[in-house]
């Protein structure tokens, strides 16, 4: 029986942890991009838009991450195209983080007093020079806080990811776990490599969020 | 009856020759099943000083706001500077709001823009002034309210006196016809109303068309050239100062000027 | 293109898919009732407004919601299913999905529960002090409903959450939903199909459980 050490497995989790960590930028820096057209499309009032963009977000927060990194790898397989789990595992984070993303900003444009949108409008701004140099600067500012804690959300989620075969810190966790029979200590450390992921992102959320409430009254 | 009415007409339209400024006809509107105004009309003239009372619910702030198209009305007519109010229209929205300025009870400054900036913001984007003579505007008008120093103070720096006095001058940036203020000291601690109030009575006696929802009625006896008062969503009684205040014909209007006084 | 697609198979399996949203019902239910039992006890402990004053206690608390809050549901499940038994205890894949679910109900609620209780005005409380009620009916009669009324909405939002991730218990076997999903799809090759059918079934149990769950609320915290 081959022996291994704790940093044996450390380091194998480790250089799958660089799996996690690119997966979650991919998926966050993607869902930032197509949650904010959603919002844009959502603000300008477009027939239709709030409720069509209601239902896609209604449609990720009402089913499992799970069954969508299912659908995503069995889904894209359906038109012919080759679905490596990398491949849908990214697909559907970027969305799953769109839906997610988009929701927050709603939140955030929302928040903004209606006075706001009136005195520009009364100045003679379009929409969209009402949208851009009044309400988004200031939704941006209550926005970073809860952007940034959704990090965390996405870091977690790409451990799912494991579950239809992409090679990320879970997935090691596993066949590290299978290979030395010491599922108590891998999947702690598996544990711990997430928390020192997380954990920081959350810290930073949390001082943003604190910082932002100082500061306001 | 007839001269009664011709006479209220004569009342309600001032010089009755001169084409009105703003004008408005059998004018309606409701939220949902409640009616809040009920058929106003009313013409303002060119330099006018119109201050509009009431008690809250009267429709006196809707008014006001239907003349910017803030509030959108389902009946009648409004005129500005000869052109319809056409809510549909962009763009016909945009050339209205630059011969119409607002101001607002709660100043709605914008918080992430420097004074300067605020009053800068408009002209830049709508009437495509270039930064430096924008700034050099922004400059005059802080002049003018009596707030030279500020150009580069946020907003929260300010007291409400003072951003009020900002708001006013970044309406002024925009070289509107018509200035509407909406119970602009309505949100003042009682010692900041009165620098206020000059900056705005200063503007009247410049020759600006004004139209202020006002509770300040010693303000609006000595500055306005014609009160309306306005109850349950109606012109209840309108005429000059002296006339309104001093002999209340409706026992509405008495009734309100009374309550004011305990 | 698009290969057709053929739901009948998976339709004809439909007891397993019953069985396995009864199953996660079951443990949705038994989860958020635990949980919430947990993330209450834990919410007073760390209240800074009441609760013990006791900084070690505080700590360990603080402590497993950081950790809770910070590491995958799936790590938390596997950690507890695969892990424990090195230690002797050994689980049945339903008894470490419902113990993973209350462990993280718990450590999710604890936080919203604590927003809540700490939102109580400082009058409350002291006037039911004043009215020489226990520390404990305090808590539980004057300081707890209104806290849970008031963050209600995010309470019914986690639930959910909670219920849709139950997905992950069936890679251990559990035979709720996913599991069903999963069985059918390697029974029938409709991979998409089952999948499918699982997830607008888990969209109806959430928009459901979203009804119901906030019509609870307003009937048992409201005007008690």
Not at chain 1, 176 to 203: E, G, R
Not at chain 2, 130 to 149: F, S, Y
Not at chain 2, 181 to 200: F, W
Not at chain 3, 14 to 40: E, F, K, Q
Request: charged share 15%.
């Amino acid at each position: 029986m081959v022996e291994f050490s704790l940093w044996d497995i450390l380091r194998n989790l480790l250089l799958a942890a660089r799996w996690t960590v690119t997966l979650s930028l991919i998926a966050f820096v993607g869902g930032g991009i197509v949650g904010l057209l959603l919002l844009v499309l959502r603000l300008s009032g477009v027939r239709g838009s709030g409720r069509a963009v209601g239902a896609y977000v209604q449609l990720f927060q009402g089913t499992p991450l799970l069954m969508q990194l299912f659908l995503a790898y069995f889904g894209i397989a359906l038109f012919g195209i080759k679905t490596s789990p990398w491949t849908a595992a990214a697909v559907a984070l970027t969305l799953y983080t769109s839906a997610y993303l988009t929701e927050i900003w709603r939140g955030c444009v929302a928040a903004i007093p209606k006075g706001q949108w009136e005195a520009a409008q009364s100045l003679a701004l379009s929409f969209y020079e009402q949208l851009r140099h009044v309400v988004l600067p200031q939704a941006l500012r209550i926005a970073v806080p809860p952007t940034v804690g959704f990090l965390v959300q996405v870091i977690k989620g790409t451990a799912l990811a494991s579950v239809i075969g992409f090679v990320e810190l879970t997935k090691a966790g596993s066949m590290i776990s299978n290979a030395t029979y010491q599922p108590f200590l891998v999947y702690a450390c598996v544990a711990l490599l997430y928390f020192a992921l997380c954990f920081p992102v959350s810290l930073v959320a949390q001082s943003l969020e604190r910082k932002l409430h100082g500061n306001r009254h | 009856m007839a001269t009664a009415t011709e006479a209220e007409k004569t009342a309600q339209s001032g010089t009755a020759s001169a084409r009105p400024i703003v004008e408005i006809t059998a004018l309606r509107k409701s939220y949902g099943a409640n009616e809040v105004l009920k058929g106003i009309d009313l013409k303002v003239q060119r330099g006018e000083v119109i201050a509009i009372i009431g008690k809250s619910g009267s429709g006196k702030s809707t008014l006001l706001r239907c003349v910017n198209g803030l509030e959108v009305f389902q009946d009648g007519a409004l005129t500005v500077n000869g052109k319809q109010l056409l809510h549909d229209s962009p763009s016909a929205m945009r050339e209205l709001r630059q011969q119409v300025g607002m101001i607002f009870q709660g100043f709605n400054l914008f918080p992430h823009l420097s004074v300067g900036r605020n009053i800068m913001l408009a002209p830049t984007l709508v009437k495509a002034r270039d930064a430096q003579a924008a700034a050099a505007q922004a400059r005059q008008l802080l002049t003018r309210v009596g707030l030279a120093e500020k150009f580069d103070a946020m907003p929260d720096q300010l007291s409400g006196g003072q951003q009020q006095r900002v708001a006013i001058a970044r309406a002024l940036a925009m070289e509107p016809q018509v200035l509407l203020c909406d119970e602009i000291t309505s949100a003042l601690d009682p010692e900041l109303v009165g620098e206020v109030l000059r900056v705005v009575e200063s503007l009247a006696l410049e020759g600006m068309t004004l139209m202020m929802v006002t509770h300040e009625m010693a303000f609006a006896r000595k500055v306005s050239d014609r009160v309306i008062f306005m109850h349950q969503g109606r012109v209840h009684e309108a005429g000059a100062p002296a006339e309104l205040f001093g002999h209340p014909q409706t026992p509405e209007l008495r009734q309100f000027l009374s309550s004011l006084h305990d | 293109m698009l290969v057709a697609l053929d739901f009948s198979a998976v339709l004809s399996a439909w007891p397993l898919l019953v069985r396995g949203v009864a199953w996660t019902i079951a443990l949705t239910l038994v989860g958020t009732v635990l949980g919430l039992l947990l993330g209450t006890a834990c919410a007073w402990a760390r209240a800074r407004n009441l609760g013990p004053r006791l900084p070690p206690l505080r700590w360990a608390v603080a402590a497993y919601v950081e950790l809770v809050r910070n590491t995958p549901f799936i790590v938390q499940l596997f950690f507890l299913f695969f892990g424990l038994p090195a230690l002797g205890l050994k689980l049945s894949p339903e008894a470490a999905s419902v113990l993973a679910m209350v462990i993280n109900l718990g450590a999710y609620s604890a936080e919203i529960i604590r927003a809540g209780i700490e939102a109580t005005p400082r009058g409350q409380i002291e006037a039911a002090q004043s009215l020489a009620l226990t520390p404990g009916q305090v808590f539980r009669r004057v300081v707890l409903p209104p806290a849970l009324l008031k963050v209600w909405p995010a309470m019914v939002s986690q639930i959910i959450i909670v219920m849709l991730g139950s997905a992950v218990c069936g890679q251990i076997s559990t035979p709720e939903l996913s599991y069903a999903a999963n069985l059918i799809s390697s029974n029938t090759f409709r991979a998409f199909e089952a999948f499918i059918t699982a997830t607008l079934v888990y969209l109806a149990l959430s928009m459901l459980a979203r009804r119901l769950l906030t019509w609870l609320g307003v009937r048992f915290l409201v005007g008690r």
